[in-house]
């Protein structure tokens, strides 16, 4: 079964970029379609962007498409969320999580789940 461990969190102004990253150890990890999910304070998981297993087919919440960015190398065992024009409802803390059953973006199909990385957006 893979670990994940995420990167690249921080504190940015508005309208300013961040890229996350996400690491899988210690399985096959072309073996997982890949999401992203975030969680603000006092609210439940939210959907961000998910990937298929070969990197060929993205998906992405209403909320995050045209500015979030999703992609996977898989030699490198590594998902990547490129976030871009970024907005303070955007600060939360982001989990990678990884699936291992029908590609999906609905948080009870995920089975592998890391710590998470906080993002913040200042106004």
């Known amino acids: 079964q893979v670990q994940l461990v995420e990167s690249g969190g921080g504190l940015v102004q508005a309208g300013g970029s961040l890229r996350l990253s996400c690491a899988a150890s210690g399985g096959t990890f072309s073996r997982y379609f890949m999401g992203w999910f975030r969680q603000a304070p006092g609210k439940e998981h939210e959907f961000v962007a998910s990937?298929?297993?070969?990197?060929?087919?993205?998906r992405y919440a209403d909320s995050t498409k045209g500015r979030f960015t999703i992609s996977r190398d898989n030699a490198k065992n590594t998902v990547y969320l490129q976030m871009d024009s970024l907005k303070p409802e955007d600060t939360a803390v982001y989990y990678c999580a990884a699936g291992s059953g029908g590609f999906s973006n609905l948080y009870p199909s995920y089975d592998i789940w890391g710590q998470g990385t906080q993002v913040t957006v200042s106004s």
């Open positions: 990937i298929s297993r070969s990197g060929g087919s993205t």
